[in-house]
């Protein structure tokens, strides 16, 4: 089986606004104000990915397959960027800012399937080596003009064309960066199933990760000297995995799994260092039963932490600047609710309690809670069908998420209040020329 993908993405669109938070909330003004400008450039994003995925079957129980993917992407950003407001007058500062980043991604991996019989236990094994090389080049640049704007009376008109080129030139700030990412990664697993009631899984990873980045507040090209020029962070981990499940009946089962995770970290440090590599570790257990035929639930308490997050450095002037946090914590419950209450009609029920904070840092971000996770979540959608067993014909759909009050950064400086957000579908299903063909609209 081969299949080829080849893709070319482009976008072009004006930019959005940062929303001003006053005091430890956000700013008391409409939804849909913003604090761009007319003449503000449009940004650009394009993407071109060729990849392949080719697998040849030796037999029935054995399989191998070989996948590439290359993929180059690019980013252009000009536009308005707040740097500071005034609580007491309403008065925010803007320069104009600009971003452009170029990346290169070669990407493979080559996977040994199979699956037999031994001492009355069946297997399900796989063996597998990947590798990933990709370079970034990044350029940030602001202008050095100053345009105040009052967010209660905003008064439009005050940026110039001219101020745009300050902002690429990089009149008042400008950086460059070029980074290297290469990650090798051995990985096995075998699923063994024990009188079809009881599943193991047992496997482990072993990653090898190469890390260089070079700086440079002049050009590109001195960036990449620089990064040949510096020594390449060497880190590495072996990641183990394992899972247990037992099928209490056929409609009822309990899990259990542990794993450890590793990933190159691409940020920088006030001293223009590399940071060390992201490393998580994730306890889960659960159980899921099917209520009726077609509808299942299932419950699961995780407990996951994870070492060396990148956040912003606020200490230092440079916004491009990073730093890794000791180790954050993320523990909680969810529960689901999937499936066919009847022929006509599905349901979709989810709650998440996330209990999340800073547990370890040398700063004083220890005991914060993590940005933008809410401690309460959930969503009820319903979907009805009005066509017959073969799918076709209409459907309409609606529901309610929701989410609770939510730290806006990681200095827990404001909260971005609690919501609730309406959703709604409808579409439609036909047979053309012998095909199927699905029409979707979604608010």
Same mark, same amino acid.
């Given at each position: 089986?081969?299949?080829?993908?080849?893709?070319?993405?482009?976008?072009?669109?004006?930019?959005?606004?940062?929303?001003?938070?006053?005091?430890?909330?956000?700013?008391?003004?409409? $939804?849909?104000?913003?604090?761009?400008?007319?003449?503000?450039?449009?940004?650009?994003?394009?993407?071109?990915?060729?990849?392949?995925?080719?697998? $040849?079957?030796?037999?029935?129980?054995?399989?191998?397959?070989?996948? +590439?993917?290359?993929?180059?992407?690019?980013?252009?950003?000009?536009?308005?960027?707040?740097?500071?407001?005034?609580?007491?007058?309403?008065?925010? =500062?803007?320069?104009?800012?600009?971003?452009?980043? !170029?990346?290169?991604?070669?990407?493979?991996?080559?996977? /040994?399937?199979?699956?037999?019989?031994?001492?009355?236990?069946?297997?399900?094994?796989?063996?597998? /080596?990947?590798?990933? $090389?990709?370079?970034?080049?990044?350029?940030?640049?602001?202008?050095?003009?100053?345009?105040?704007?009052?967010?209660?009376?905003?008064?439009?008109?005050?940026?110039?064309?001219?101020?745009?080129?300050?902002?690429?030139?990089?009149?008042? +700030?400008? +950086?460059?960066?070029?980074?290297?990412?290469?990650?090798?990664?051995?990985?096995?697993?075998?699923?063994?199933?024990?009188?079809?009631?009881? $599943?193991?899984?047992?496997?482990?990873?072993?990653?090898?990760?190469?890390?260089?980045?070079?700086?440079?507040?002049?050009?590109?090209?001195?960036?990449?000297?620089?990064?040949?020029?510096?020594?390449?962070?060497?880190?590495?981990?072996?990641?183990?995995?394992?899972?247990?499940?037992?099928?209490?009946?056929?409609?009822?089962?309990?899990?259990?799994?542990?794993?450890?995770?590793?990933?190159?970290?691409?940020?920088?440090?006030?001293?223009?260092?590399?940071?060390?590599?992201?490393?998580?570790?994730?306890?889960?257990?659960?159980?899921?039963?099917?209520?009726?035929?077609?509808?299942?639930?299932?419950?699961?308490?995780?407990?996951?932490?994870?070492?060396?997050?990148?956040?912003?450095?606020?200490?230092?002037?440079?916004?491009?600047?990073?730093?890794?946090?000791?180790?954050?914590?993320?523990?909680?419950?969810?529960?689901?609710?999937?499936?066919?209450?009847?022929?006509?009609?599905?349901?979709?029920?989810?709650?998440?309690?996330? =209990?999340?904070?800073?547990?370890?840092?040398?700063?004083?971000?220890?005991?914060?809670?993590?940005?933008?996770?809410?401690?309460?979540?959930?969503?009820?959608?319903?979907?009805?069908?009005?066509?017959?067993?073969?799918?076709?014909?209409?459907?309409?759909?609606?529901?309610?998420?929701?989410?609770?009050?939510?730290?806006?950064?990681?200095?827990?400086?404001?909260?971005?209040?609690?919501?609730?957000?309406? =959703?709604? !579908?409808?579409?439609?299903?036909? !047979?053309?020329?012998?095909?199927?063909?699905?029409?979707?609209?979604?608010?």
């Amino acid at each position: 089986d081969l299949v080829i993908d080849l893709q070319y993405l482009r976008n072009d669109a004006q930019s959005d606004t940062t929303f001003p938070a006053l005091g430890n909330r956000p700013a008391p003004i409409p $939804h849909h104000r913003s604090f761009q400008e007319a003449n503000d450039p449009r940004d650009w994003t394009g993407n071109f990915n060729l990849g392949y995925d080719l697998t $040849h079957r030796f037999n029935q129980n054995w399989s191998i397959t070989s996948r +590439f993917l290359f993929s180059k992407g690019s980013l252009k950003k000009l536009n308005v960027f707040a740097t500071a407001l005034d609580d007491a007058t309403g008065v925010l =500062d803007r320069t104009t800012q600009f971003q452009k980043l !170029m990346s290169t991604t070669y990407a493979t991996n080559l996977d /040994l399937k199979g699956k037999f019989e031994a001492l009355g236990l069946k297997h399900r094994v796989l063996v597998g /080596l990947d590798y990933l $090389h990709d370079t970034t080049d990044y350029n940030y640049a602001e202008g050095s003009t100053n345009f105040p704007i009052n967010i209660f009376n905003p008064v439009y008109g005050s940026i110039p064309d001219s101020a745009y080129d300050e902002g690429s030139n990089g009149t008042g +700030f400008r +950086f460059f960066s070029s980074g290297l990412v290469r990650q090798t990664g051995l990985y096995v697993q075998d699923q063994v199933t024990l009188f079809d009631k009881l $599943h193991l899984l047992l496997g482990g990873r072993y990653d090898y990760a190469e890390f260089g980045l070079g700086t440079s507040a002049l050009s590109r090209e001195e960036a990449i000297t620089d990064r040949h020029g510096r020594s390449v962070r060497k880190d590495s981990q072996f990641s183990p995995r394992a899972g247990i499940l037992y099928e209490w009946t056929p409609r009822l089962s309990t899990y259990a799994s542990y794993s450890k995770s590793f990933g190159a970290n691409n940020g920088r440090s006030v001293t223009g260092e590399t940071h060390p590599p992201e490393r998580g570790e994730q306890f889960e257990v659960g159980t899921k039963a099917e209520l009726s035929q077609g509808l299942s639930a299932t419950v699961a308490l995780f407990h996951l932490t994870k070492k060396n997050i990148l956040t912003p450095d606020l200490t230092t002037p440079d916004p491009t600047d990073t730093r890794a946090v000791g180790e954050a914590r993320s523990q909680g419950v969810e529960v689901d609710l999937l499936g066919t209450v009847t022929t006509q009609l599905n349901l979709i029920v989810t709650y998440a309690y996330l =209990d999340t904070k800073v547990t370890r840092d040398n700063s004083s971000l220890q005991g914060n809670r993590l940005d933008n996770v809410p401690l309460h979540s959930g969503r009820v959608f319903l979907v009805y069908h009005f066509g017959g067993e073969d799918g076709l014909g209409w459907r309409v759909g609606g529901g309610v998420s929701a989410a609770s009050a939510v730290s806006g950064d990681r200095e827990n400086t404001f909260n971005l209040p609690a919501y609730y957000r309406l =959703d709604a !579908m409808t579409s439609y299903t036909a !047979m053309v020329a012998g095909r199927r063909l699905n029409s979707t609209c979604a608010i």
